[in-house]
Structure formats: structure tokens, C-alpha cells
């Protein structure tokens, strides 16, 4: 059936629905974030769960203490290399199917403080990132409006067939290693398998 | 109040053995201070806290400083006789002089109870760089110093003697370094991009000269945006 | 416990030996949030810093702008206009109205009031912000101020929409202490918790609200006379006892202070330049030297200590973080409680993770 059929239906009071539909629907509106916060975008972040901008509109305002009851990870502010260890920790105590938001540009790629030596150059060299919201701070309505593109890559996702969804798929790791304290740098600097860094060919 | 100068006198006179020398600061604003050396500057320090015409009784700021060895060049104009008896040639004659680097803590020392505004300051300097850097510490005198001396040791590396628990206080306990000296080469691990700080970037392709597009440069030979398995992008950081 | 711990105030750990519930040894453990602000100004210019300042204490951006305009001032010798001194002091203000108003929240937070205190007063934060935002451009991270004078000049529409503000402020903060300074869980778990003598607080350095709350009086805004400050009719409060609930009362009593210096300086705020005409922004080499600057900011003593060596970049760009020094005494204050009111203590005492670490 296609999709202007059943909106067809829909017009006639008919709502027809699949297992995957309601089960995307019902995760996407009650994303449990993790209570977490690591530098100034984490103010943001609260003034995103105040009376003004109200997160709960989108079901997502039950921030967890806890990463076993969480499902979604905002990195809300600069991630430094002794952080760093600690962050992969987390996320590999979250329960799948999980997701992470890199908020703001120091999670994303060190942001204004890339050139420090303490300072990890983006949240994706250790951990899967789905959304990035750019900004220094984000305003509270970017985290808004990235926690709506994470829902709708939710409700895309499929539970079955070819294009199966990460976390419901066999070979996906789930858990990562976590980085040493290394006598001058992290060790790895990077993880691997994720990151690959891109290089940027200037023109002669 | 009384000034710099005479403070530095009162000093000389009540403690005959140490040296209390007189830093001058060229710039606009007119914070002098003094320099003690390592052996009385707990002495001093104490003195100072509870005499009672200073009462320097809060310590706001502690602060390492770093100056690394400096080549100095002297120009001295010699005449050289001529051997074949004409007029004497004047040359130019060049020597190099070393002057050795040392570390440095500096003490900005305020009064609570007196209320002074404009502070005094202490200098305390190591002998060099490498191996004698301990200067006693001043926390037993002010606890404020506590932190912020553990802090130094951390990024510059001076051992404050006396210290109830000198550990490193921002970087991880396995670190090596220390990061704020100005020689230290940080690791080289963020990708060539146009950033208003290209001078880091500058001086790190200075430390780093790879063949490889590192820093942005492709490689001869090599089709840009491609990874030679012998070259690759992320190469583990060469330590100097 | 930490980094990640809900209640420590961003990425703070600490190491707590335990006797049952009481504490016999607590030790903090920093640098999770060391962003290496020291370093990276030292390869910048004096002006491409200003906006790191803001990421420093990232409440108050607008007191840590001033630190540093202060001390490049004194580094190049620049003076202020009389404009944009005033505005200083109101930016200064409202700055501290956000991070007390905040800080109590956040306070509750720690005694278990599950976020309703912060929910009133994130809603006068966001006011305030967007004054700021209007003003500056950005809502947190203003970089408002300069050496010699400030960005913008505000409208007189941005000033009458302020000064109404400022005048309904007392009406929040009635609101607010009716809430919460009789509070019975407040008085149980606050007073006699986490004494502090004045004698220890001076010797570690303590400076700010905690200071006076241990009955100090000296408050840099008196005691410097920082920008026009001197010009003002204001009182300092002082405590008595020196626990955490005269810490909460400080905050709240210095609002109401700060809401008084506003008003008069929306009375009094004159009219001309707000910037000093010799001054250089772009390209600005003092010369060789030293200086440093401090200011009475929200936490307490916020200095910069800059060394010039004549280039454009600092050669040396220290920061005095009020929150890294106001914690020495952490341990001192936690000792013999419970767990749960190093908790509150912590809180009392008012630190953001950028500065302690920077």
C-alpha cells in the first residue's frame, strides 16, 4: 500500500499502522537522556528542560542519573582527553538501542579549543555520533530541533530486511574500547574503526 | 603604606643573610616586586604574613612562569691593526652568550585586614630548567597557595618543597610532560584546516616534518585524498 | 564520586573516605573540564582572547570580559570612558543577578527540591539573557566588553526595557525567599552545615560571598573601588556564622544590593563615547611588562595576570579562578558530615568547572 493510500484512509478515519511504525513511534517520544553534563553547553541544555523551551513537549524531559536507564547521550560541551575514558564508559554502560547527540562545536570537533593539548578533537573519534548540532553554545531551540531529527531518524529506522537498524543488527559492537591514560596522549588517540581523519587535498 | 623600596630595606635589615632583590616592571602599570631567593623566601614569607605595618595575610594569585634559555647575541666593535700598516680596520666582532633559562613562581600577596589595593609581589626562581627546579613551597604560610602551586607542578614542573601533597592537578597522574612550558610540543592529532591560529599549525609542521598530507600537503605521487597504506593519515605522534 | 555524578555541578570528582555516613577524608580531583584557555591565548592575540573568557565561567560572561579589559587596560595603559563604565557596572550586575538567582536553583537542586527553584529562576535567567542577547548577539557568550570601553552602545529602548526589568527583579526575589528562606528542609539541612571560620578563609584565599558569609567585610568593589563602583550607594552583607545557610542568604541579600547599584546607575548613566580613542583592538602590542587585574565577579576574585614581552601575543596569560581557590577548603568544611551535605556544601560554595579548570 502506498503511502498516499493510506493517507487516504487516514482521511476517512481509518488508521492503518505496522508493528514497526508504532514501536519507531512509541521510542521516538519518550527518549530518555542521560543527566550529563560536561562544560557551558550544558546550561543550555537545562535551559532547554525550563518552562521556556520545555523539552517535554517531545517527550524527552525525564533526564536519567543513571546511563542504564538512558537512551540517548547529549555530549553537551568540550570533551577533554581525561574526560574522554570516561564518556566511552558511559556510553557502553547505555543499554542499546542508544543514540548521541554531539552538542555544540567543541563536542563535535573541539570547537575553539581544538588546539589545546588536553582537548579531544570531537566526540566521534571514540563513539558513533547521529546528531550534530553546531553552535557555541547551541541555543536551546538547535538542541530542540536536532532532538527532532533524532526522532525523525528513529521513526525511519526498519526492524527488518536489508537496511536493518544499527542496534538490531548482529555484527554492531555496542561496546567500545575505552582509551588509556597514555604518558603523553591517549592511547589510542582514535578508535579506528570509527574515525578515519579526513584529509583535505589543497590545490597547488 | 609604605613603598617597595623600603619594605625591601626593612627586609634586608631584619633577615642580614638573605638577598631580597628589586624587579622592576617596565610596563604601564606599576607593579614592582621582589625577588627572594629559595633558601629564606619561607622566612620572609612568614614575616610578612604577621608583621603588622604589611600584614600581607591573603595570597590572591600564584603563577608559573617559564623562560626558556635565550641566545643572546653581542655585537662589540674591535679595531684590528692592519699588518700591512695601513689605518685600523674596524670589525664588527659577534659572540654568542647562552643566557640559561629558568623557572619562575610568582606570589601576588594582598592585605585583608588593611585593605591594600595595590599588591605585593614575590618572585621565587629556580636555578635552571632540567634538574634543579624545587623551590620550597608557601602553602604551609598561605593554604590559598595549596592549588595553585600543585598546578605548576603539573604544567611547568617546578617541585614546590614542603608541599602537604604535591600531585598533579589537571593532567592525569601517567603525564609526562609539562604542558604550559614553552618548549612543549603537543600532540599532533586535529587535522590541517584554515583557522585564524595558523601559527600553531605553522610551528607543529615545524616539529613534524612528514612527507605526508598531515598538515594538508599531498605527497608527490600520490592522488590527493588517497591514503598510501605506508603513509597513513594517523601515524602514531613521533616524540622528541 | 564523579565526574558524571548528577549532582556535582558538571565534571567534579571527589574521593571520599567514609566512616558509615560521616566523612574523615575527602579529596577533589580536577582537570576533566582543562581546556587549556592559558595556552591557547599564549599563541593569540590580546583581543582574539576576549571570547575565550567567556567560556571561562560560562554564567557570567560579562564579569569575566571585564577582568581582562581590566587587566589589558593596566597592561597598555588605557583609560574608560565615563559611558561605558556605567555599562560595565550594569552588565556586571545583572551578570551577578543570573548567577545568584542560578545558584540558589542549582542549591535546591543539591537539597533534593527536584528542580522547582531552578525553574523560577531560569525563568528571570532568560530574561536577563535576552537583554544580553540584543545587546551583544549571543545570549551566554556575550564578548561584550573591550580594553577601553565596550562593543555597542544599548538603545534607549534596550535601556527602558532593562530598567524594567530591574524594577520588577524584587517582586522574583520576594517570590523566591517566600519559597524557599524559611523552608523547613532548607533550615535543617543548611544551618551549621559546613562552618567556616573567617580566620581559615583568609588564609586559603576565599574571596566572594563565602568569604563574607564568614563575616569578612571585604568585597573588591569597596575595598579597589573597580570602575565607578565608589560612585554607588550599596551595602555589603556580611554573615555571622559562616555555615551554608548564610552562604544561600548572601547570595540573596547581594541581589537585592545589586538591584539598588542598577537602578541608580540607569539614573545616573551618562551620555558620550564608549570607547577610549587611543585605544587598538586590532594589532594591540603593549609594551614589555606586567600587570594585574582584578575584579569583585559573582565567585569572588576573578584576576588576569598578563606578562607582555612587546609581541602582539601574551607571553604570559594567567587566570585567578575565584571557584578553583574557593574549593581548598572543601575538605576542611566536609569533615564530620554526611555524604549527602558535602553535597550541599559543594553547592553552596559555587563553582563552574570552566573556571576551576579552565
Given at each position: 500500500?502506498?503511502?498516499?493510500?493510506r493517507?487516504d484512509?487516514r482521511?476517512?478515519?481509518?488508521?492503518?499502522?505496522?508493528?514497526?511504525?508504532?514501536?519507531?513511534?512509541?521510542?521516538?517520544?519518550?527518549?530518555?537522556?542521560?543527566?550529563f553534563?560536561?562544560?557551558?553547553?550544558?546550561?543550555?541544555?537545562?535551559?532547554?528542560?525550563?518552562?521556556?523551551?520545555?523539552?517535554?513537549r517531545?517527550?524527552?524531559?525525564?533526564f536519567?542519573?543513571?546511563?542504564?536507564?538512558?537512551?540517548?547521550m547529549?555530549?553537551?560541551?568540550t570533551?577533554?582527553?581525561?574526560?574522554?575514558?570516561?564518556?566511552?564508559?558511559l556510553?557502553?554502560?547505555?543499554?542499546?538501542?542508544?543514540?548521541?547527540?554531539?552538542?555544540?562545536?567543541?563536542a563535535?570537533?573541539?570547537?575553539?579549543?581544538?588546539?589545546?593539548?588536553?582537548?579531544?578533537?570531537?566526540?566521534?573519534?571514540?563513539?558513533?555520533?547521529d546528531i550534530?548540532?553546531?553552535?557555541?553554545p547551541?541555543?536551546?531551540?538547535?538542541?530542540l530541533?536536532?532532538?527532532?531529527?533524532?526522532?525523525?531518524?528513529?521513526?525511519?529506522?526498519?526492524?527488518?530486511?536489508?537496511?536493518?537498524?544499527?542496534?538490531?543488527?548482529?555484527?554492531?559492537?555496542?561496546?567500545?574500547?575505552?582509551?588509556?591514560?597514555?604518558?603523553?596522549?591517549?592511547?589510542p588517540p582514535?578508535?579506528?574503526?570509527?574515525?578515519?581523519?579526513?584529509?583535505?587535498?589543497?590545490k597547488? | 603604606?609604605?613603598s617597595?623600596?623600603?619594605?625591601?630595606?626593612?627586609?634586608?635589615?631584619?633577615f642580614?643573610?638573605?638577598?631580597?632583590?628589586?624587579?622592576?616592571?617596565?610596563g604601564a602599570?606599576?607593579?614592582?616586586?621582589?625577588?627572594?631567593?629559595a633558601?629564606?623566601?619561607?622566612?620572609?614569607?612568614?614575616?610578612?604574613?604577621?608583621?603588622?605595618?604589611?600584614?600581607?595575610?591573603?595570597?590572591?594569585?600564584?603563577?608559573?612562569?617559564?623562560?626558556?634559555?635565550?641566545?643572546?647575541?653581542?655585537?662589540?666593535?674591535?679595531?684590528?691593526?692592519?699588518?700591512?700598516?695601513?689605518?685600523?680596520?674596524?670589525?664588527e666582532?659577534?659572540?654568542?652568550?647562552?643566557q640559561?633559562?629558568?623557572?619562575?613562581?610568582?606570589?601576588?600577596?594582598?592585605?585583608?585586614?588593611l585593605?591594600?589595593?595595590?599588591?605585593?609581589?614575590?618572585?621565587?626562581?629556580?636555578?635552571?630548567?632540567?634538574?634543579q627546579?624545587?623551590?620550597p613551597?608557601?602553602?604551609?604560610?598561605w593554604?590559598?597557595a595549596?592549588?595553585?602551586?600543585?598546578?605548576?607542578?603539573?604544567?611547568?614542573?617546578?617541585?614546590?618543597?614542603?608541599?602537604?601533597?604535591?600531585?598533579?592537578?589537571?593532567?592525569?597522574d601517567?603525564?609526562k610532560?609539562?604542558p604550559m612550558?614553552?618548549?612543549?610540543?603537543?600532540p599532533?592529532?586535529?587535522?590541517?584546516?584554515?583557522?585564524?591560529?595558523?601559527?600553531?599549525?605553522?610551528?607543529?609542521?615545524?616539529?613534524?616534518?612528514l612527507?605526508?598530507?598531515?598538515l594538508?600537503?599531498?605527497?608527490?605521487?600520490?592522488?590527493?585524498?588517497?591514503?598510501?597504506?605506508a603513509?597513513p593519515?594517523t601515524?602514531?605522534?613521533?616524540?622528541? | 564520586?564523579?565526574?558524571?555524578?548528577p549532582?556535582?555541578?558538571?565534571?567534579?570528582?571527589?574521593?571520599?573516605t567514609?566512616?558509615?555516613e560521616?566523612i574523615?577524608?575527602?579529596?577533589?580531583?580536577f582537570?576533566?573540564?582543562?581546556?587549556n584557555?592559558?595556552k591557547?591565548?599564549?599563541s593569540?592575540?590580546?583581543?582574539?582572547?576576549?571570547?575565550?573568557?567567556?567560556?571561562?565561567?560560562?554564567?557570567?560572561?560579562m564579569?569575566?570580559?571585564?577582568?581582562?579589559?581590566?587587566?589589558?587596560e593596566?597592561?597598555?595603559?588605557?583609560?574608560?570612558?565615563?559611558?561605558?563604565?556605567y555599562l560595565?557596572?550594569?552588565?556586571?550586575?545583572?551578570?551577578?543577578?543570573?548567577?545568584?538567582?542560578?545558584?540558589?536553583?542549582?542549591l535546591?537542586?543539591?537539597l533534593?527540591?527536584?528542580?522547582?527553584?531552578?525553574?523560577y529562576?531560569?525563568?528571570?535567567?532568560?530574561?536577563?539573557?535576552?537583554?544580553?542577547?540584543?545587546?551583544?548577539?549571543?545570549?551566554m557568550?556575550?564578548?561584550?566588553?573591550r580594553?577601553?570601553?565596550?562593543?555597542?552602545?544599548?538603545?534607549?529602548?534596550?535601556?527602558a526595557?532593562?530598567?524594567?526589568?530591574?524594577?520588577?527583579?524584587p517582586?522574583?526575589?520576594?517570590?523566591?525567599?517566600?519559597?524557599?528562606?524559611?523552608?523547613e528542609?532548607?533550615?535543617?539541612?543548611?544551618?551549621?552545615?559546613?562552618?567556616?571560620?573567617?580566620?581559615?578563609?583568609?588564609?586559603?584565599?576565599i574571596?566572594?560571598p563565602?568569604?563574607?558569609?564568614?563575616?569578612?567585610d571585604y568585597?573588591?568593589?569597596?575595598?579597589?573601588?573597580?570602575?565607578?563602583?565608589?560612585?554607588?550607594?550599596?551595602?555589603v552583607p556580611?554573615?555571622?556564622?559562616?555555615?551554608t545557610?548564610?552562604?544561600?542568604?548572601?547570595?540573596?541579600?547581594?541581589?537585592r544590593?545589586?538591584?539598588?547599584?542598577?537602578q541608580?546607575?540607569?539614573?545616573?548613566?551618562?551620555?558620550?563615547?564608549?570607547?577610549d580613542p587611543?585605544?587598538?583592538?586590532r594589532?594591540?602590542?603593549?609594551?614589555a611588562?606586567?600587570a594585574?587585574?582584578r575584579l569583585?565577579?559573582?565567585?569572588?576574585?576573578?584576576?588576569?595576570?598578563l606578562?607582555?614581552?612587546g609581541?602582539?601575543?601574551?607571553?604570559r596569560?594567567?587566570v585567578?579562578?575565584?571557584?578553583?581557590?574557593?574549593?581548598?577548603l572543601?575538605?576542611?568544611m566536609?569533615?564530620?558530615?554526611?555524604?549527602?551535605?558535602s553535597?550541599?556544601?559543594?553547592?553552596?560554595?559555587?563553582?563552574v568547572?570552566?573556571?576551576?579548570?579552565?
Amino acid at each position: 500500500m502506498s503511502d498516499a493510500e493510506r493517507e487516504d484512509l487516514r482521511r476517512h478515519g481509518i488508521l492503518l499502522t505496522s508493528l514497526e511504525e508504532l514501536y519507531n513511534w512509541g521510542r521516538s517520544n519518550s527518549i530518555w537522556p542521560l543527566q550529563f553534563g560536561l562544560a557551558c553547553c550544558a546550561i543550555e541544555m537545562i535551559a532547554a528542560a525550563t518552562a521556556r523551551f520545555d523539552i517535554a513537549r517531545f517527550g524527552a524531559e525525564i533526564f536519567r542519573p543513571s546511563p542504564r536507564q538512558a537512551d540517548l547521550m547529549i555530549v553537551s560541551g568540550t570533551v577533554t582527553k581525561k574526560m574522554a575514558p570516561l564518556v566511552v564508559r558511559l556510553w557502553n554502560q547505555m543499554p542499546e538501542p542508544k543514540y548521541c547527540i554531539a552538542m555544540g562545536a567543541c563536542a563535535i570537533s573541539g570547537g575553539p579549543f581544538k588546539q589545546g593539548y588536553n582537548v579531544l578533537k570531537g566526540i566521534d573519534r571514540f563513539i558513533p555520533v547521529d546528531i550534530y548540532i553546531p553552535g557555541c553554545p547551541p541555543r536551546p531551540e538547535a538542541l530542540l530541533h536536532g532532538l527532532t531529527q533524532l526522532q525523525e531518524k528513529i521513526k525511519a529506522e526498519r526492524l527488518a530486511g536489508p537496511d536493518t537498524a544499527r542496534h538490531l543488527r548482529p555484527e554492531n559492537p555496542g561496546e567500545f574500547p575505552i582509551p588509556d591514560y597514555g604518558a603523553h596522549d591517549l592511547q589510542p588517540p582514535n578508535n579506528p574503526a570509527l574515525f578515519s581523519p579526513p584529509s583535505l587535498p589543497r590545490k597547488p | 603604606m609604605e613603598s617597595l623600596e623600603q619594605l625591601r630595606d626593612r627586609l634586608l635589615t631584619r633577615f642580614p643573610a638573605a638577598k631580597v632583590e628589586l624587579v622592576l616592571n617596565p610596563g604601564a602599570s606599576p607593579e614592582h616586586s621582589l625577588l627572594l631567593e629559595a633558601a629564606s623566601a619561607r622566612e620572609i614569607a612568614l614575616f610578612l604574613r604577621d608583621d603588622p605595618f604589611v600584614k600581607l595575610d591573603y595570597c590572591s594569585n600564584v603563577t608559573g612562569l617559564d623562560w626558556p634559555d635565550k641566545e643572546i647575541i653581542e655585537t662589540k666593535k674591535v679595531s684590528v691593526p692592519d699588518p700591512a700598516g695601513g689605518p685600523a680596520k674596524v670589525v664588527e666582532e659577534k659572540t654568542k652568550r647562552l643566557q640559561p633559562g629558568y623557572l619562575e613562581a610568582v606570589y601576588h600577596l594582598y592585605s585583608m585586614a588593611l585593605k591594600s589595593t595595590a599588591p605585593v609581589i614575590l618572585r621565587l626562581r629556580t636555578v635552571n630548567r632540567s634538574d634543579q627546579v624545587t623551590l620550597p613551597s608557601l602553602t604551609p604560610v598561605w593554604r590559598s597557595a595549596d592549588f595553585q602551586e600543585r598546578e605548576i607542578y603539573d604544567l611547568y614542573g617546578i617541585i614546590f618543597e614542603g608541599h602537604p601533597d604535591l600531585r598533579r592537578l589537571l593532567m592525569w597522574d601517567g603525564f609526562k610532560d609539562h604542558p604550559m612550558r614553552k618548549d612543549y610540543v603537543a600532540p599532533d592529532d586535529f587535522e590541517w584546516e584554515p583557522t585564524p591560529h595558523g601559527v600553531v599549525h605553522e610551528r607543529a609542521k615545524a616539529h613534524y616534518p612528514l612527507p605526508g598530507d598531515r598538515l594538508g600537503q599531498t605527497p608527490a605521487g600520490q592522488q590527493p585524498g588517497t591514503v598510501s597504506p605506508a603513509n597513513p593519515t594517523t601515524q602514531p605522534e613521533a616524540k622528541p | 564520586m564523579g565526574p558524571q555524578h548528577p549532582s556535582t555541578h558538571g565534571v567534579f570528582r571527589m574521593i571520599v573516605t567514609l566512616d558509615g555516613e560521616r566523612i574523615v577524608k575527602l579529596k577533589p580531583v580536577f582537570g576533566y573540564l582543562h581546556r587549556n584557555h592559558e595556552k591557547i591565548a599564549e599563541s593569540t592575540s590580546y583581543l582574539a582572547s576576549m571570547p575565550y573568557t567567556d567560556r571561562l565561567d560560562y554564567l557570567c560572561s560579562m564579569t569575566n570580559n571585564w577582568a581582562y579589559a581590566l587587566a589589558v587596560e593596566k597592561l597598555g595603559g588605557l583609560t574608560v570612558p565615563d559611558r561605558a563604565q556605567y555599562l560595565r557596572v550594569i552588565m556586571a550586575e545583572l551578570t551577578r543577578l543570573v548567577n545568584h538567582s542560578c545558584l540558589v536553583g542549582f542549591l535546591f537542586n543539591d537539597l533534593g527540591t527536584s528542580f522547582t527553584p531552578l525553574l523560577y529562576a531560569f525563568r528571570e535567567r532568560e530574561k536577563i539573557l535576552d537583554l544580553f542577547e540584543a545587546l551583544s548577539g549571543s545570549r551566554m557568550m556575550c564578548n561584550y566588553q573591550r580594553f577601553g570601553g565596550c562593543r555597542v552602545d544599548p538603545s534607549p529602548e534596550w535601556l527602558a526595557a532593562a530598567k524594567a526589568l530591574v524594577d520588577n527583579f524584587p517582586r522574583f526575589l520576594d517570590e523566591y525567599e517566600t519559597m524557599l528562606t524559611g523552608n523547613e528542609i532548607m533550615l535543617a539541612r543548611t544551618q551549621g552545615v559546613g562552618r567556616l571560620s573567617a580566620a581559615d578563609a583568609i588564609n586559603a584565599g576565599i574571596t566572594g560571598p563565602i568569604l563574607r558569609a564568614s563575616g569578612v567585610d571585604y568585597d573588591l568593589r569597596k575595598v579597589d573601588g573597580t570602575g565607578f563602583y565608589p560612585r554607588f550607594d550599596f551595602r555589603v552583607p556580611l554573615g555571622a556564622h559562616g555555615d551554608t545557610y548564610d552562604r544561600y542568604m548572601m547570595r540573596i541579600l547581594e541581589m537585592r544590593e545589586s538591584v539598588k547599584i542598577l537602578q541608580q546607575a540607569f539614573r545616573d548613566l551618562p551620555a558620550g563615547p564608549i570607547m577610549d580613542p587611543k585605544a587598538k583592538l586590532r594589532g594591540f602590542r603593549p609594551k614589555a611588562g606586567e600587570a594585574y587585574g582584578r575584579l569583585e565577579g559573582p565567585k569572588g576574585e576573578l584576576g588576569f595576570y598578563l606578562v607582555s614581552d612587546g609581541s602582539p601575543n601574551p607571553y604570559r596569560y594567567r587566570v585567578r579562578p575565584p571557584s578553583l581557590i574557593n574549593l581548598t577548603l572543601l575538605e576542611d568544611m566536609c569533615l564530620g558530615h554526611t555524604i549527602a551535605d558535602s553535597v550541599v556544601i559543594l553547592g553552596s560554595i559555587d563553582i563552574v568547572l570552566g573556571e576551576v579548570d579552565r
